[in-house]
């Protein structure tokens, strides 16, 4: 089983994949960069393609090349995925001794939760550059409507939003805190570019979590109330925003937000980490 797990270890960290999951950061943080926009864009009463994921992959999907550049983003995010959860072949002999398994089983679920969400994304891409589009605050609503009527299904639906909630104090808290400087390789970095690599990814993770936990509260809310319309996406949570009377002053706010996540994306894609220990 050692010889097994180091043979993949050498896989996974080949300079082929590792490429290739810098082109998936890349990809992340242009995803972020778009959302931005299409958030300024509903700031500025304008709409278009919903300000989330899906919104961001319809854009490029539209606009000149789009086909080849979903199919780069979808590998490229897959990649990611692969290179990130990877790391649990690093730890996994932490789960053999007592006294560090704990520790080692949080390292292993950061390690596949990472993964997931990228590869998520990455088949997303997929999807949408086999022409198979969908907009996720369309499907939100029914999947929660069917989840509802299933026995345990309210009860699903708020452990999912309190999930959903988690993320983004996690999210908040690595903002306030800094953790996510972690995930750069600052021996890599000119000392020059670490002040602002932090101080932009600040902004940006705080706009992150925050957004993620009004994502998690309209979906507890639809849960209590059994109004699946409160069952929304990051789109739904932006056109929340919009709804008060700061609205778009917010929403130019959730903007720069995300635009600083951009950028700090595509700065760990120059200087990745994926050591989720740290």
């Known amino acids: 089983m050692h010889a097994a797990v180091e043979r993949a270890r050498g896989v996974t960290d080949h300079p082929v994949l590792t490429h290739l999951a810098r082109v998936g950061l890349v990809a992340y943080g242009a995803m972020h960069l778009l959302i931005a926009f299409l958030a300024a864009r509903m700031a500025l ?66 390690c596949l939760a990472k993964g997931g969400v ?52 996690y999210t908040l808290a690595r903002g306030l805190t800094g953790g996510f400087m972690k995930d750069i390789d600052l021996p890599a970095a000119p000392d020059r570019w670490e002040p602002l690599i932090e101080g932009i990814g600040r902004v940006g993770y705080v706009a992150k979590g925050i957004a993620f936990g009004l994502v998690g509260v309209l979906l507890w809310r639809a849960a209590t109330s059994a109004d699946v319309t409160d069952a929304t996406g990051l789109d739904g949570a932006m056109t929340a925003i919009a709804g008060v009377s700061a609205g778009p002053w917010l929403l130019a706010g959730v903007a720069v937000g995300f635009t600083a996540f951009g950028v700090y994306a595509l700065a760990r894609a120059r200087y990745p980490d994926r050591d989720p220990s740290s």
């Open 45 to 110: 009463g304008l709409r278009g393609a919903d300000a989330d994921q899906t919104g961001a992959l319809q854009t490029v999907g539209h606009g000149p090349g789009g086909r080849p550049l979903l199919w780069a983003i979808g590998l490229g995010l897959v990649c990611l995925g692969v290179w990130q959860a990877a790391e649990i072949l690093l730890w996994w002999r932490g789960l053999l001794d007592a006294a560090h398994r704990r520790r080692t089983a949080v390292v292993c679920a950061k």
């Open 118 to 169: 990228y590869g998520v994304l990455g088949i997303t891409a997929v999807l949408f550059a086999l022409g198979l589009e969908y907009e996720a605050d369309e499907r939100l609503p029914e999947l929660t409507d069917e989840v509802l009527e299933i026995p345990g299904g309210t009860v699903a639906v708020c452990l999912a939003a309190a999930g959903v909630v988690a993320v983004g104090l």
